[in-house]
């Protein structure tokens, strides 16, 4: 529950961060990019300010922090005041459910992973952004989160960990690019999506639902 007080005393202050740290964020696009095709029915699960929805015209969108839901509201999207552990959606109800940097934020991470399988169609497509935490970047995000007001209350979790999550529930082969190889505080140029994982802080998996 700390961790969604926090959003709602600093929705303003996190949205902010995107237009501050716009390289980062650039970066964090092109690689989530080049694993959604064009869908007609799409979810984001903790779909805060809207930051990621809405350059991928996600129009349906979940979130418990209501001053976060608020402006993704007014960025045009609908959003369900609810948590990833227990969606209101009927089973099947989309062909691809995204989350950006939620998953080290979920209370019950695998319990999540249900509910997005739950939701999803036969074949869709789960994408997952997250922090790395074996990545060099994602090490020294480990031993200082105490120092940041957001990831003070998160739990970061290796791709590894993820990946076995996903397969014992049945997902299929997974997808993995990874981007911002060096801290994305003042960067000064968008950075480069590569294949894979362990470099880069930024990583992102994809995987069809069975």
């Known amino acids: 529950m700390e961790s969604i007080q926090v959003f709602e005393k600093l929705a303003v202050d996190y949205d902010q961060w995107f237009d501050a740290n716009s390289y980062a964020y650039k970066s964090e696009i092109l ?20 930051r990621f929805a809405v350059p991928f015209n996600i ?41 950006v940097t939620v998953i080290c934020f979920f209370q019950n991470p695998i319990q999540s992973l ?17 922090i790395d935490k074996d ?16 990831y003070r209350q998160a739990n970061f979790y290796s791709i590894g960990q993820v990946m076995e999550w996903l397969t014992e529930l049945g997902f299929g082969q997974p997808k993995i690019c990874q981007t911002i190889f060096k801290n994305p505080v003042g960067l000064t140029a968008i950075e480069p999506v590569k294949d894979g994982y362990g470099e880069g802080v930024f990583v992102v998996i994809a995987v069809e639902n069975s």
């Open 114 to 130: 249900k509910e997005a399988q739950r939701v999803l169609k036969p074949g869709g497509r789960l994408v997952i952004g997250m």
């Open 31 to 50: 690689a989530v990019q080049k694993f959604i095709p064009k869908y007609s029915h799409t979810l984001e699960i903790g779909v805060g300010t809207g």
């Open 59 to 99: 129009k349906v969108g979940v979130e418990p922090a209501k001053a976060m839901a608020d402006i993704a509201r007014r960025r045009g999207i609908e959003v369900h005041n609810a948590k990833a552990e227990e969606l209101p959606f009927a089973d099947g109800s989309f062909d691809l459910v995204l989350m």
């Open 135 to 150: 990545s060099p970047v994602g090490r020294i995000y480990e031993l200082k989160k105490n120092e940041n007001e957001f």
